[in-house]
């Protein structure tokens, strides 16, 4: 079974600009999470998606947000990006989304604003 | 609210010696716990995880866990250490009494093993 899938890799964008992120879950699962990790801050919980409905946020500005698709492709997409938003962009999927399952992380996209 | 402490930024470890990798934690119900590890330029691995039963967990590569209630611990363990298990460890947290699905992650432990 392939794994989560995340594109592009690397990207490069300009302060001010905006950027759409796009994650593959594992076939079969419904759950999906996104996470921001820099060496500064680590890893932090941007929002999970299950069933086309953002269940969870965390603490980040509203310039984040993301969505779901029917088929539980999710994207994020970051507005008017700043310095600070430079980092690894982790997207982790899970079966059903309970809080006993492990999640399965793709290989993430690396930003870097300039 | 939910927290990990990794106390440890780096491990070494000499080739065939037991490594430990210490992680602490805080949840006000009863916790999930999670290991995960990290490869350069590659995305988190899951390892193993705690939900209930048996403290002593058992996980992928080799790596066990050991889930201690009363010093809110899940030290990673392995008895013997490899040169290829050199990467970042991250322990996790989710609380039982939290509906979503959101992940704690400690800061990490960069362990090295030297040959």
């Known amino acids: 079974k392939a794994g989560v899938t995340q594109t592009p890799r690397y990207l490069i964008k300009t302060r001010g600009q905006q950027v759409t992120l796009s994650c593959s879950p594992i076939?079969?699962?419904?759950?999906v999470s996104w996470y921001q990790q820099t060496p500064g801050q680590g890893l932090q919980f941007l929002f999970e998606?299950?069933?086309?409905?953002?269940?969870n946020k965390g603490n980040f500005p509203g310039r984040f947000s993301g969505r779901q698709f029917s088929n539980s492709r999710s994207e994020m997409n970051v507005s008017t990006l700043e310095l600070g938003d430079s980092a690894l962009y982790l997207c982790?999927?899970?079966?059903?989304?309970?809080?006993?399952?492990?999640?399965?992380f793709g290989p993430g996209t690396r930003l870097t604003v300039t | 609210a939910q927290s990990v402490a990794q106390p440890e930024d780096q491990v070494n470890v000499a080739e065939g010696n037991p490594l430990t990798v210490k992680c602490t934690y805080s949840?006000?119900?009863?916790?999930?716990l999670f290991w995960y590890v990290q490869y350069p330029n590659r995305g988190l691995q899951f390892l193993l995880k705690y939900i209930t039963g048996d403290n002593l967990v058992k996980g992928s590569y080799g790596f066990e866990a050991e889930f201690n209630k009363s010093q809110t611990s899940f030290h990673l363990k392995k008895p013997s250490a490899l040169v290829s298990d050199s990467a970042l460890y991250f322990c996790?947290?989710?609380?039982?009494?939290?509906?979503?699905?959101?992940?704690?992650f400690g800061g990490g432990t960069r362990l090295m093993v030297k040959p």
């Open positions: 996790a947290v989710r609380d039982m009494a939290n509906a979503g699905n959101m992940l704690t």
């Open positions: 949840v006000s119900g009863n916790p999930y």
């Open positions: 998606y299950f069933s086309e409905t953002q269940r």
């Open positions: 076939s079969g699962h419904r759950s």
């Open positions: 982790a999927s899970s079966l059903e989304g309970q809080p006993s399952d492990e999640q399965y």
